[in-house]
């Protein structure tokens, strides 16, 4: 009888702490957390079957459910085919759902558009009929993209308004379309300035901006723009900023603007310390002649020489080796297992320089390459830096050299105010403590420092 009784008054106990002691919430959780039916409805795309770089799979492990989201959300998530948050989804979501600032630096493709659509439809609140969320990008075509996928994530939030307004259309059915409830906007800067100034867009409620490549949007033909645009919202906005480079005109917003942002870099830093950097005015029918005096000249430990085709490749190879340098080359059209083994040969010093398209997205890390030439100038900042510039690990120092048409010049200017960094003229000798390390005596670190 005892023990019977005993069993009895356990049983209470158990569940008096059971439906009692733990909040009825959590009660409510776990039979929640079992019934995972809803999984079982959603229209799931194939499995994406593509290798992934470690910008997308290394992450911490975490998982959607993890960040509290509303199950509507969660579902449109799913049913977009994303399984799992990329690495810059992991360190923006939870952040960006507290309300801070985020300054983050990524690629597209890297989960982007996810690190700052999720925190921003789950902070929609469908009872207030009032803009609440403003995404900038710089071209019609982003901002497209942008709004299918967000339509495409509140699928079943029944009933957020997004609206997507660029310049190019018609500036009237945007006025007829703010006429009604809009919570979300995507916009390049100029049409929703020319809103806000009409009266008809009103962003004095807003509680989010969103920049997305803030370093476009942030160059100079822009900035003054998006300057506009904050200055109606209220104080307390919260400010998200994806950009994949940091130049100043970022730096100089984030401090006027940004409330101590969160900053993300899952870039590994590519730095020009310790690069000295040189350009040489020549025609088109010069470069081969000036490469070869480059030769001469310089004291090449290992180079790289860079050009803008598989076909120039190939070309500027055969004359090299012509010439008489030894020389591998390596292009975009050749068998990725080919080209690692020409790359490995070229890196256990089996061959002096190297001709290649753009193929290393980050950075060259090789020791022994004191020499990057740039026989054809890149056009934009991104490549000019993953050409020329070495990851902080590496401090050490190098020449760069760029062979200037005339249809450069632009780009050499473009480049040189992005990166903030000096391209000079070449002189008639290059002291060769700057890229030859016997001649320095310095440890190699503090002198790229000391020169930078
Ligand atoms: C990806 O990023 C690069 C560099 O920021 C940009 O030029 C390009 O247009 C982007 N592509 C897409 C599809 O957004
Ligand atoms: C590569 O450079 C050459 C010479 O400057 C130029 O004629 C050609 O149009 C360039 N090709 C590309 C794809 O930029
Ligand atoms: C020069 O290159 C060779 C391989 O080609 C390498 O073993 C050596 O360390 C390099 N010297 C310097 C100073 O980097």
Same mark, same amino acid.
């Given at each position: 009888?005892?023990?019977?009784?005993?069993?009895?008054?356990?049983?209470?106990?158990?569940?008096?702490?059971?439906?009692?002691?733990?909040?009825?919430?959590?009660?409510?959780?776990?039979?929640?957390?079992?019934?995972?039916?809803?999984? $079982? &409805?959603?229209?799931?795309?194939?499995?994406?079957?593509?290798?992934?770089? =470690?910008?997308?799979?290394? #992450?911490?492990?975490?998982?959607?459910?993890?960040?509290?989201?509303?199950?509507?959300?969660?579902?449109?998530?799913?049913?977009?085919?994303?399984?799992?948050?990329?690495?810059?989804?992991?360190?923006?979501?939870?952040?960006?759902?507290?309300?801070?600032?985020?300054?983050?630096?990524?690629?597209?493709?890297?989960?982007?558009?996810?690190?700052?659509?999720?925190?921003?439809?789950?902070?929609?609140?469908? $009872?207030?009929?009032?803009?609440?969320?403003?995404?900038?990008?710089?071209?019609?075509?982003?901002?497209?993209?942008?709004?299918?996928?967000?339509?495409?994530?509140?699928?079943?939030?029944?009933?957020? $308004?997004?609206?997507?307004?660029?310049?190019?259309?018609?500036?009237?059915?945007?006025?007829?379309?703010?006429?009604?409830?809009?919570?979300?906007?995507? *916009?390049?800067?100029?049409?929703?300035?020319?809103?806000?100034?009409?009266?008809?867009?009103?962003?004095?409620?807003?509680?989010?901006?969103?920049?997305?490549?803030?370093?476009?949007?942030?160059?100079?033909?822009?900035?003054?723009?998006?300057?506009?645009?904050?200055?109606?919202?209220? $104080?307390?906005?919260?400010?998200?900023?994806?950009?994949?480079?940091?130049?100043?005109?970022?730096?100089?917003?984030?401090?006027?603007?940004?409330?101590?942002?969160?900053?993300?870099?899952?870039?590994?830093?590519?730095?020009?310390?310790?690069?000295?950097?040189?350009? *040489?005015?020549? #025609?088109?029918?010069?470069?081969?002649? &000036?490469?070869?005096?480059?030769?001469?000249?310089?004291?090449?430990?290992?180079?790289?020489?860079? &050009?803008?085709?598989?076909?120039?490749?190939?070309?500027?190879?055969?004359?090299?080796?012509?010439?008489?340098?030894?020389?591998?080359?390596?292009?975009?059209?050749?068998?990725?297992?080919?080209?690692?083994?020409?790359?490995?040969?070229?890196?256990?010093?089996? &061959?002096?320089?190297?001709?290649?398209?753009?193929?290393?997205?980050?950075?060259?890390?090789?020791? *022994?390459?004191?020499?990057?030439?740039?026989?054809?100038?890149?056009?934009?900042?991104?490549?000019?830096?993953?050409?020329?510039?070495?990851?902080?690990?590496?401090?050490?120092?190098?020449?760069?050299?760029?062979?200037? #048409?005339?249809?450069?010049?632009?780009?050499?200017?473009?480049?040189?105010?992005?990166?903030?960094?000096?391209?000079?003229?070449?002189?008639? =000798?290059?002291?060769? =403590?700057?890229?030859?390390?016997?001649?320095?005596?310095?440890? *190699?670190?503090?002198?790229?420092?000391?020169?930078?």
């Amino acid at each position: 009888g005892a023990s019977i009784l005993l069993t009895l008054k356990l049983y209470f106990l158990f569940h008096l702490i059971i439906v009692w002691v733990f909040p009825t919430k959590i009660v409510l959780l776990i039979t929640t957390r079992f019934g995972d039916d809803w999984k $079982k &409805c959603l229209e799931l795309p194939p499995k994406d079957t593509r290798v992934k770089t =470690s910008d997308v799979t290394s #992450t911490k492990g975490n998982e959607f459910e993890d960040y509290c989201l509303k199950r509507e959300l969660l579902m449109g998530i799913f049913e977009m085919g994303w399984e799992k948050p990329s690495p810059v989804q992991e360190e923006s979501i939870p952040i960006a759902l507290s309300g801070r600032d985020i300054l983050a630096r990524a690629k597209n493709g890297t989960g982007k558009s996810g690190a700052y659509l999720i925190p921003l439809l789950e902070r929609i609140d469908l $009872k207030k009929d009032h803009i609440q969320a403003i995404v900038m990008v710089p071209t019609r075509e982003l901002a497209l993209q942008m709004s299918q996928i967000s339509i495409q994530l509140s699928k079943h939030l029944g009933g957020v $308004k997004i609206m997507a307004t660029t310049g190019g259309t018609n500036l009237r059915d945007d006025i007829m379309r703010l006429d009604e409830t809009v919570h979300v906007v995507i *916009a390049t800067p100029g049409r929703i300035l020319d809103l806000i100034k009409k009266g008809v867009a009103k962003v004095d409620k807003n509680q989010m901006v969103v920049m997305d490549e803030a370093d476009k949007l942030l160059s100079q033909d822009f900035v003054v723009l998006i300057e506009n645009i904050i200055s109606f919202m209220p $104080k307390n906005r919260q400010i998200l900023l994806y950009s994949a480079t940091f130049p100043i005109s970022v730096q100089k917003f984030m401090s006027k603007h940004m409330q101590k942002p969160y900053e993300i870099n899952l870039m590994e830093e590519l730095t020009l310390k310790g690069i000295t950097q040189y350009y *040489a005015y020549v #025609t088109e029918r010069q470069k081969v002649h &000036c490469l070869n005096t480059l030769f001469s000249r310089l004291q090449i430990n290992q180079s790289i020489i860079f &050009c803008n085709s598989t076909q120039r490749v190939e070309l500027l190879a055969k004359k090299i080796t012509q010439l008489g340098y030894s020389c591998f080359y390596i292009h975009a059209k050749m068998m990725q297992e080919y080209r690692n083994r020409v790359f490995h040969d070229f890196r256990n010093g089996l &061959c002096r320089n190297l001709v290649c398209t753009d193929l290393f997205t980050r950075g060259i890390d090789i020791q *022994a390459v004191n020499v990057v030439i740039n026989f054809d100038f890149p056009k934009n900042a991104e490549t000019y830096l993953h050409r020329i510039g070495r990851s902080g690990r590496f401090g050490h120092l190098g020449l760069a050299i760029n062979l200037i #048409t005339s249809d450069d010049r632009y780009n050499l200017k473009n480049i040189e105010d992005q990166l903030v960094t000096d391209i000079k003229p070449i002189p008639s =000798s290059i002291d060769k =403590s700057l890229y030859v390390a016997e001649f320095h005596s310095v440890d *190699a670190e503090d002198g790229g420092e000391e020169k930078a």
